[in-house]
């Protein structure tokens, strides 16, 4: 299973907001679910939907993890 982030790298300043959509692609019978996860969730947040906030200065990832 795999997924696909778009768009990719965003610079964005306090307060902006960017939507992320994601692609998945599956082998067999695996679910094509997964949730959207931030790595510096004081510097940068996502909600289910994939909307990315940016909520202070510095550096931060979003990843959408595959879930069972």
Do not use: C, Q
Request: net charge positive.
């Amino acid at each position: 299973e795999a997924v696909t982030v778009g768009p990719s790298a965003r610079y964005l300043a306090p307060g902006d907001t960017v939507r992320l959509t994601a692609r998945v692609t599956v082998r067999g019978d695996l679910p094509a679910t997964f949730a959207w996860r931030a790595n510096a969730p004081g510097i940068v947040s996502v909600d289910a939907t994939g909307l990315v906030t940016a909520r202070a200065p510095g550096g931060g990832g979003i990843f959408a993890v595959p879930t069972a």
